[in-house]
């Protein structure tokens, strides 16, 4: 069963405009949300993350949403930028849970120019 | 500082053949993970270790994979004999012990070992 869902497999927009990138999850027992940007033949980078007790966190272009009540989170990123072209992850822990991450099935991003 | 270091980068072996893979944490990570992504799916958790200890080996597919952390420093990851199903990217993670305050979980990944079973 899949606890962390990426519905869109893919998502073009264009340079300038927003881009936002949805996750959804079943276990109420996550407690810290990552996202996880990964270029071809890289591992995963981190990105920007959440905790359960916030429902919002913002780094320069990047802010992450959390909505606990709907078990879903969202990634922004305003304004694009065609360098920001990349696979994006979410991924869920609980410290229950032993910290291991459980991730999304990744969101492939297109800016274009 | 030096990332978290994977060799090689890639393999490839036949069927039934024996191949280890190694990961190099950040230095003074008590943590260290093991994943898997198959065919372009989602990554998927294989083990944990805490230092020297395995914490959590409940994503390890089979017996046919076996995982070491000699000293708390270093990690093998051990697929004897390998199947073609064991093809994929395997990626190693590393993070810092989690200390007082709130609870934060960054881990901090390697740049993968390609294995392709042929």
């Known amino acids: 069963d899949q606890q962390v869902k990426q519905n869109s497999p893919s998502l073009s927009v264009q340079e300038g405009r927003i881009s936002i990138l949805n996750c959804d999850y079943t276990n109420s027992m996550f407690d810290y949300f990552l996202w996880y940007k990964k270029y071809p033949a890289e591992g995963p980078t981190f990105l920007i993350s959440i905790s359960s007790i916030k429902d919002k966190n913002e780094d320069g272009r990047f802010t992450v949403f959390l909505n606990k009540s709907a078990k879903h989170l969202s990634l922004h990123i305003v304004p694009s930028q065609p360098g920001d072209s990349a696979v994006y992850f979410c991924?869920?822990?609980?410290?229950?849970?032993?910290?291991?991450?459980?991730f999304g099935q990744g969101t492939e991003l297109s800016v274009k120019p | 500082e030096a990332g978290v270091t994977q060799f090689p980068s890639h393999s490839v072996i036949e069927k039934g053949q024996t191949v280890t893979l190694r990961c190099d944490p950040i230095?003074?990570?008590?943590?260290l993970y093991w994943y898997r992504r198959v065919m372009g799916k989602e990554i998927k958790f294989l083990l944990h270790f805490v230092k020297e200890s395995k914490q959590d080996e409940s994503g390890m597919p089979n017996n046919r994979f076996l995982a070491e952390r000699t000293g708390g420093t270093y990690s093998t990851l051990k697929v004897q004999p390998a199947e073609l199903e064991d093809s994929g990217v395997y990626f190693c993670a590393s993070s810092p012990e989690r200390g007082i305050g709130p609870y934060k979980n960054i881990q901090y990944f390697g740049a993968g070992t390609r294995l392709s079973v042929l």
């Open positions: 991924a869920a822990s609980a410290l229950v849970g032993g910290g291991k991450l459980i």
């Open positions: 230095s003074g990570h008590d943590n």
